[in-house]
């Protein structure tokens, strides 16, 4: 189990864009996932975005073409660049790692809102 901190959120005006960050503590050996997922009230946390430890990179169908997810192996951080904001896009994100290989684990951030407003 490691700490994410996670920054970035805020209001954004509709058609406008956006960045967030979710750093790691400290360093997380061997494999993993990051991802960026989301969550509005009454409904299940859903994916937005996934990166590899080797760069594959795996997108939500509303944020194909519009979100690009990037990590940083060094600094341990991963970024969600959101861009042409819908309303829909107003959620709380969580930043997510899982560790691929034994022993597994996952670490979620604490949640950061975003407000999409016209």
């Known amino acids: 189990q490691v700490q994410l901190v996670e920054s970035g959120g805020g209001l954004v005006l509709l058609g406008g864009s956006l960045t967030l960050s979710c750093a790691a503590v400290?360093?997380?050996?061997?494999?993993?996932?990051m991802a960026w997922l989301l969550q509005v009230p009454g409904k299940q946390r859903e994916m937005v975005a996934t990166?590899?430890?080797?760069?594959?990179?795996d997108y939500a169908d509303f944020a194909e073409d519009r979100y690009t997810i990037s990590r940083n192996n060094y600094k341990n951080t991963v970024d969600l660049q959101m861009n042409n904001l819908k309303p829909e896009g107003t959620a709380v994100y969580y930043c997510?790692?899982?560790?691929?290989?034994?022993?597994?684990?996952?670490?979620w951030g604490q949640g950061v809102q975003v407000t999409v407003s016209a």
């Open positions: 997510k790692i899982r560790r691929e290989v034994t022993p597994t684990m996952t670490s």
């Open positions: 400290c360093p997380i050996p061997g494999a993993t996932v």
């Open positions: 990166v590899t430890s080797g760069g594959t990179t």
